[in-house]
Structure formats: C-alpha cells, structure tokens
C-alpha cells in the first residue's frame, strides 16, 4: 500500500520482508477489558465535577476570574502532560513495564487530588478561615485550586498511557484496537452514568455522616461522600487491571528506533515531538484535521449545553431578579442533566456497536465521516429548537416551562448525540494507534500528539466563544453553529481525504487471507 511503503521510507526501512518482524499476537480480550475499566473510574471523577464542582465553587466564595483560570487547567495540562508522560513511558524500563508505573501513579495522585477537593472546607477552617463569613475564604480557596490541578495533571497522566497499553496489548491485531477502544469509551459512558446518579442523590453524605462538618454543609458534605465513593471505584479498577495484566517484554529493536533521533537529546521530549511532527505522512496529518475540526465542533456543546437549556430552551436568566426566571433556569439546567444521562446510556450502547456498525457501513473512515453529519445536523437543530421554546413564549407574561414537544425535542438531541459520541471517544484514537503501529512510532507519543488535536481547539473555543456569542446578544446558537459547520467538513474531510487504514492482520499464523473489511 501507498501508506504502509511511506511510513517504511520514513523509518529509513525497505519492504523486504527479512526486515519486517513478526507480528505481535495480541492479549486475551478480557485482559484489554480489564484495563479498559479504568476509564469508568476517571469518567467516574469528570461526571462529579461536570455535575457538582460549579455549586461547590460557588460555596467557597471563588471569584470569576479564578474560576476561568481553574478550568483552564485541563486544556494546558492535555497540552503538556500527556506529551511529556507519553514519551517517557515508551521508554520506561522499570520491570514493571512501560504504562503501569505511570498508571499507578497517576491513580494514587487523582486520589490524593480528589481528596484535597473534598476536604477543601475543612482544610480551609483548619488553617484559620471564618466557615460563617459571607464570601471568598482564601485558604479554602488554595487548597481547592491545588487539588484541581493536580486532579487534571493525573488526568491526563492516567488516561495517555491506558489507551497506549490497550494498543500494546492488542499487539498487531487491528480490529483488538479498534474493539478495545470501544470498551473504552463504553466504560466512559458507565463512569458518566455512575458519577451523574449519585451527584443527583442528595442524602448520600448519610451513609458517611461524618463528611458533615461545621465548615461542610449538607451539600459540600454530598460533594465529599461522592468523592470517597469515586477514589474507592478507580482505585479497586485499577488495582485489578495492573495485578491481572503483564506487560509484555518490548523489542530492544524497538528501543533502538526509538533513539534515531539524536539531535534531540538536548530537549527529549518537546524536540522529539519536534521530529514526530518533521516526520508525519499524510494518514497522520489528516487525522489530526479531522480531530482538531471535530472537537471545534464538540466543545461549544459540551461547555454550554445545560446552560443552552436553561436560557434557550427554558427561557430563565441565571442573574434575574425576579424569582420566576432563575427557578427556570435552574429547571432547565436539571432538564439538561437528564439529557447528559439519555446521553451517557446511549453512548455506552453504541461504543459496543462502533466495530458491527463500521463493518456494515464499510470501513471506520466511513463511519467517522457519517456520525460527524449526524452531529452538524443535532447542532444545527439546535436553533430550530430554540426558535420553537420563543415562539412558545411569545406574546405572554407568565414564566412557563416550554410545551412537552420542545422539550422531548431537547432531550431527543442530547439522546442522539450519544452516537456520533462514542465514535469520537474510540475511531480517532483507535486510528493514532494503527498508524504510529505500522509506522514503528511509540503509542506514548503518538497519542500525546493526537492529544495536541483535541486540547488546541477546547483552549480555542474556551476563549474565543464568549466573545463571539456576545456578538448575536450573548446567545449560545452563534458557537453552536460554528459548531455545526466544523463538524460538517470534518465528516466530509473524513470521508474524501483520510486515508483508509491498512488491512486487519490475520488472527492466526496459518490464516490465509487478510480480512479488509475496514479497508
């Protein structure tokens, strides 16, 4: 193939067969399950956040200004983080492997994070702040943006070197990568559906009555019930999945490939990526367009999509005076929680049926660029909602909730997101891996690069998307519409440009023919 005869040339190695070792067989699925698990234990983490951390801000006195620098963490974190852990666990030689060091230390810091988070009240109150006084208590403060970037540092560590194991123990076998980044998104999906059930009950604290403390009330002592209960879940995942899976011992041929580039050596990792970018062929550099455009499409609907409900669909105004449009805001925020949920359900199902689906449609590129109309099309109908909630709302006084239509149309759409989803939390990264497999390139960096396509866009979004929105009144439609076009030529560069990845490797040495059902 054109692709596998440029990846050789850029590697400085012939097709003569008497080059190329043999493939790699790849571990039994329940060990890729086992260690695709993880990921219900850090989504776990992400729901709590997505769901309580905003109220919980809001009770420590953050100001507004320290609430955009906290949650610029993730992005700046994504940037370098993952960068700087994925080369280095390509090259780890600690007896234990190369990514377990790395996953292990990376749950121990989330948990260490999620419990500086938790405690953030009372740590505050221990080291001198008035729990009664009205505002900003500063020390509660310190240790809650502390542990927030720690939490989003051990993210990224964790999180890089799951998905370049689950592609180590795949070994050469395609459609293991493809499955096992499915089993990880569904087990983000069940991460999602665990954290949003019990960061809507409200009595958990009950079950730990002492998370309740003079400086923790009812709802901050939730926050921290819900964080022992998120500690104790990727903790017991990731002990059974580092006990039950070796890593296998990697070629010393492989190590030194991974070394050709000695100029380099000064700044290892930023001039390695330096040469991984210098070194790049089409299938990669497409790949990552596709990805950058897809997330610019995500993120406006991922940052605002409760806030949409709550001022679009419901009509309310967070900072009203009156009592009648803040209740519908916040009626309208729950609204969307309950479609974050119909949205997790969904995206659990599906990212077990990415690998049918894709067979029936002909091939993951295909699947990629169809879902990616789907999601212009659920973006798009977002103003087609709105503009029916306005309608419902014109030409009387009284603050109402939007007719069942309007809103089952709403709940619908977050529903069907689900789908193009999954594909996104599996496809792009399943593909990194195949590519950078064939191209000889370490998974760590691989998808550290891949990373660069996802967190660029969410810092772009993050800062350009309230001064645009303000533009059009301060409506949300405006990004969600950028959205809907972004998305609409990632589908399209998705289906013309992406090169189609190259053929499955037989299961067995005695297999006669390749299967190319994804070719």
Same mark, same amino acid.
């Given at each position: 193939m054109e692709v596998e005869s440029g990846i050789a040339k850029m590697n400085g190695k012939s097709n003569?067969?008497? /080059?190329?070792?043999?493939?790699?067989?790849?571990?039994? @699925?329940?060990?890729l399950i086992a260690v695709a698990s993880i990921a219900a234990g850090v989504?776990?983490?992400? =729901?709590?956040?997505l769901s309580l951390l905003t109220p919980y801000v809001q009770l420590l006195g953050i100001p507004h200004t320290w609430a955009a620098f906290i949650w610029l963490c993730g992005p700046v974190s994504g940037l370098l983080v993952q960068p700087i852990v994925g080369y280095h666990s390509d090259r780890c030689t600690s007896r234990f492997g190369r990514r377990r060091p790395f996953i292990a230390a990376g749950a121990a810091l989330v948990a260490a994070a999620v419990f500086l988070i938790g405690f953030a009240a009372d740590l505050g109150h221990l080291f001198g702040d008035d729990p009664g006084r009205l505002g900003a208590k500063p020390r509660s403060i310190a240790v809650f943006v502390v542990g927030f970037w720690i939490l989003d *540092?051990? #993210?990224?560590m964790l999180q890089g070197p799951c998905r370049a194991l689950l592609a180590d123990l795949s070994g050469d076998d395609r459609r293991k990568m493809r499955i096992a980044n499915g089993f990880y998104s569904f087990f983000m999906a069940v991460g999602n559906v665990l954290g949003f059930s019990a960061g809507s009950y409200t009595h958990l604290h009950s079950f730990l009555p002492f998370t309740k403390t003079k400086a923790c009330d009812v709802y901050c002592a939730n926050l921290k019930t819900c964080f022992f209960i998120s500690i104790f879940l990727l903790l017991s995942l990731t002990t059974i999945a580092l006990t039950s899976v070796r890593e296998r011992q990697q #070629?010393?041929? $492989?190590? $030194?490939? $991974?070394?050709?580039?000695?100029p380099s050596a000064a700044v290892p990792v930023f001039g390695e990526m330096a !040469?991984?970018?210098? /070194?790049?062929?089409k299938p990669m550099w497409v790949l990552l367009l596709v990805t950058c455009l897809n997330w610019v499409a995500w993120f406006p609907f991922l940052l605002f999509d409760t806030d949409w409900m709550g001022k679009e669909v419901y009509g309310g105004k967070v900072t009203a005076a009156e009592e009648g449009p803040r209740r519908m805001y916040d009626r309208g925020v729950h609204a969307g929680a309950l479609g974050l949920m119909l949205n997790s359900v969904v995206l659990g199902f599906m990212s077990l %049926?990415?690998?049918?689906?894709?067979?029936?449609?002909? %091939? *993951?590129?295909? @699947?990629? !660029?169809?879902? $990616?109309?789907? @999601?212009?099309?659920?973006?798009?109908l977002t103003v087609l909602i709105t503009k029916m909630a306005e309608a419902s709302r014109s030409g009387t006084a009284a603050v109402a909730a939007p007719p069942v239509g309007v809103r089952a149309g709403a709940l619908a759409l977050f529903a069907a997101l689900g789908v193009p989803l999954a594909v996104t939390y599996s496809v792009p990264f399943a593909l990194a891996s195949i590519f950078s497999s064939t191209s000889g390139a370490g998974q760590g960096l691989s998808l550290g690069v891949l990373n660069l396509a996802i967190v660029i866009p969410q810092m772009v979004v993050s800062v350009a998307s309230g001064p645009w929105d303000a533009l059009f009144g301060g409506s949300n439609l405006p990004a969600f519409?950028? !959205?809907?076009?972004? =998305?609409?030529?990632? !589908? @399209?560069?998705?289906?013309?440009?992406l090169p189609s990845p190259p053929p499955d490797i037989p299961a067995t040495k005695n297999a006669g023919t390749t299967t190319a059902a994804f070719h």
């Amino acid at each position: 193939m054109e692709v596998e005869s440029g990846i050789a040339k850029m590697n400085g190695k012939s097709n003569n067969s008497s /080059e190329v070792p043999p493939p790699l067989e790849a571990e039994p @699925l329940r060990k890729l399950i086992a260690v695709a698990s993880i990921a219900a234990g850090v989504q776990f983490g992400w =729901a709590l956040q997505l769901s309580l951390l905003t109220p919980y801000v809001q009770l420590l006195g953050i100001p507004h200004t320290w609430a955009a620098f906290i949650w610029l963490c993730g992005p700046v974190s994504g940037l370098l983080v993952q960068p700087i852990v994925g080369y280095h666990s390509d090259r780890c030689t600690s007896r234990f492997g190369r990514r377990r060091p790395f996953i292990a230390a990376g749950a121990a810091l989330v948990a260490a994070a999620v419990f500086l988070i938790g405690f953030a009240a009372d740590l505050g109150h221990l080291f001198g702040d008035d729990p009664g006084r009205l505002g900003a208590k500063p020390r509660s403060i310190a240790v809650f943006v502390v542990g927030f970037w720690i939490l989003d *540092v051990a #993210n990224n560590m964790l999180q890089g070197p799951c998905r370049a194991l689950l592609a180590d123990l795949s070994g050469d076998d395609r459609r293991k990568m493809r499955i096992a980044n499915g089993f990880y998104s569904f087990f983000m999906a069940v991460g999602n559906v665990l954290g949003f059930s019990a960061g809507s009950y409200t009595h958990l604290h009950s079950f730990l009555p002492f998370t309740k403390t003079k400086a923790c009330d009812v709802y901050c002592a939730n926050l921290k019930t819900c964080f022992f209960i998120s500690i104790f879940l990727l903790l017991s995942l990731t002990t059974i999945a580092l006990t039950s899976v070796r890593e296998r011992q990697q #070629n010393p041929q $492989n190590d $030194n490939d $991974n070394e050709r580039s000695q100029p380099s050596a000064a700044v290892p990792v930023f001039g390695e990526m330096a !040469g991984a970018f210098r /070194e790049l062929k089409k299938p990669m550099w497409v790949l990552l367009l596709v990805t950058c455009l897809n997330w610019v499409a995500w993120f406006p609907f991922l940052l605002f999509d409760t806030d949409w409900m709550g001022k679009e669909v419901y009509g309310g105004k967070v900072t009203a005076a009156e009592e009648g449009p803040r209740r519908m805001y916040d009626r309208g925020v729950h609204a969307g929680a309950l479609g974050l949920m119909l949205n997790s359900v969904v995206l659990g199902f599906m990212s077990l %049926g990415v690998e049918p689906v894709a067979r029936l449609l002909g %091939g *993951v590129k295909r @699947l990629w !660029g169809v879902v $990616n109309f789907i @999601l212009a099309v659920c973006l798009a109908l977002t103003v087609l909602i709105t503009k029916m909630a306005e309608a419902s709302r014109s030409g009387t006084a009284a603050v109402a909730a939007p007719p069942v239509g309007v809103r089952a149309g709403a709940l619908a759409l977050f529903a069907a997101l689900g789908v193009p989803l999954a594909v996104t939390y599996s496809v792009p990264f399943a593909l990194a891996s195949i590519f950078s497999s064939t191209s000889g390139a370490g998974q760590g960096l691989s998808l550290g690069v891949l990373n660069l396509a996802i967190v660029i866009p969410q810092m772009v979004v993050s800062v350009a998307s309230g001064p645009w929105d303000a533009l059009f009144g301060g409506s949300n439609l405006p990004a969600f519409v950028v !959205g809907a076009i972004s =998305a609409a030529v990632s !589908g @399209l560069l998705a289906l013309t440009m992406l090169p189609s990845p190259p053929p499955d490797i037989p299961a067995t040495k005695n297999a006669g023919t390749t299967t190319a059902a994804f070719h």
